[in-house]
């Protein structure tokens, strides 16, 4: 079957414009994660889903930073006045919901700031 | 502070051999642990987990050990093949949801 789905897979932009980013998860799968990776490190959390609702959001650096899901499948990304310290790849994952749960990930998307 | 950590960036091993890999975390109330593996430009792809109440976990060639005194934990490889060249991340969770990631290994398999 479909994997997790993202788009775009790269996006380049500049200083202070706005930006969003784009997970089809799995079909069925309630839960939603969006996790940034910066250059030579792991993948850190930045926002949970379950079902429509946020969850967990505590990983989001700041309100420039925000998303939505809002049937409960696709879930948006939205980063305002992106600054160039936002350049990462931006990794999307979905699991059934019911823990332990094993997360699988997107191929994500590669965000540059100018 | 840095919650999981693998303490080794890279490491190289002939084909056939066992390669291990090594994690260690602080956080006493992680209960779920997960090994990732990552091929350039792909997402990271699930390879095994193992729950704090168990010690071993066994798929295939892939074997987690976990060390809760220790808080220590190791995948174990065997046997190594070329195509496990890749990057290898442990993940820790508290009760299955948001991950914690290591800074990953980047193993290397010689034929």
């Known amino acids: 079957g479909a994997g997790v789905s993202q788009t775009p897979s790269n996006k380049v932009t500049e200083k202070g414009k706005y930006v969003e980013l784009r997970c089809d998860p799995i079909?069925?799968?309630?839960?939603l994660y969006w996790y940034r990776q910066s250059l030579g490190q792991g993948p850190e959390f930045l926002i949970y889903?379950?079902?429509?609702?946020?969850?967990?959001d505590s990983g989001l650096p700041n309100d420039r930073f925000f998303a939505v899901r809002p049937e409960g499948s696709v879930s948006t990304l939205k980063i305002q006045r992106t600054e160039r310290g936002d350049s990462a790849v931006y990794l999307c994952?979905?699991?059934?919901?019911?823990?332990?749960?094993?997360?699988?990930f997107g191929p994500g998307t590669r965000l540059t700031v100018l | 502070d840095q919650q999981v950590k693998q303490n080794s960036p890279s490491l190289s091993v002939q084909e056939g051999r066992i390669s291990i890999l090594n994690c260690d975390y602080t956080?006493?109330?992680?209960?779920?642990f997960l090994w990732y593996k990552k091929y350039p430009a792909e997402g990271p792809t699930f390879l095994i987990s193992?729950?704090?109440?168990?010690d071993k976990n066994e798929d295939g060639r892939f074997t987690v050990f976990l060390n809760k005194s220790a808080k220590h934990l190791s995948l174990h490889i065997v046997p190594s093949q070329p195509g496990d060249s890749a990057v290898y991340f442990c993940?820790?969770?508290?009760?299955?949801?948001?991950?914690?990631f290591g800074a990953g290994t980047i193993l290397r398999v010689k034929s």
């Open positions: 994952a979905s699991s059934l919901g019911v823990p332990p749960d094993t997360q699988y």
């Open positions: 079909s069925g799968h309630t839960a």
């Open positions: 889903f379950q079902g429509t609702g946020a969850a967990d």
């Open positions: 956080n006493s109330m992680f209960d779920y």
């Open positions: 193992i729950s704090s109440i168990k």
């Open positions: 993940a820790a969770s508290e009760a299955g949801d948001k991950l914690v």
